[in-house]
Nanobody
């Protein structure tokens, strides 16, 4: 049973930066897709960005150009570098892992509201709060 542990959340002012990390305890090489989701207060969970095992990275429109998943990180670690943060980025951020690539591809498709169903493992979440 794999475990995902997120860290790096916190409180920043608008325009600031944060870096989130997710460490997988096992089976990292077996995952075809790892992704970040977030759940703003009072709203549904939504996909943010994902990376497939072949290195393909996808970002949802709302974070494109501001958030980055670096490729050169430790093998069992997923990182999300967040720049130019906005108050609307305030949310609980979750790391997730899937044995199939479909989850990553669905993140940015017309079926993106169904993306979370593709993921097998979830972290406990880390809070990000951006003040104006």
């Amino acid at each position: 049973q794999a475990q995902l542990v997120e860290s790096g959340g916190g409180s920043v002012q608008a325009g600031g930066s944060l870096t989130l990390s997710c460490v997988a305890s096992a089976y990292f090489s077996s995952f075809k897709c790892m992704a970040w989701f977030r759940q703003p207060p009072g709203k549904e969970r939504e996909g943010v960005a994902g990376i497939e095992s072949d290195g393909t990275i996808r970002y949802v429109d709302s974070v494109q150009g501001r958030f980055t998943i670096p490729k050169d990180t430790a093998k069992n670690t997923l990182t999300l570098q967040m720049n130019s943060l906005k108050p609307e980025d305030t949310a609980m951020y979750y790391c997730a892992a899937s044995y199939i690539s479909g989850g990553c591809r669905t993140l940015t498709s017309e079926y993106r509201t169904l993306a979370s169903g593709y993921f097998d493992y979830w972290g406990q979440g880390t809070q990000v709060t951006v003040s104006s």
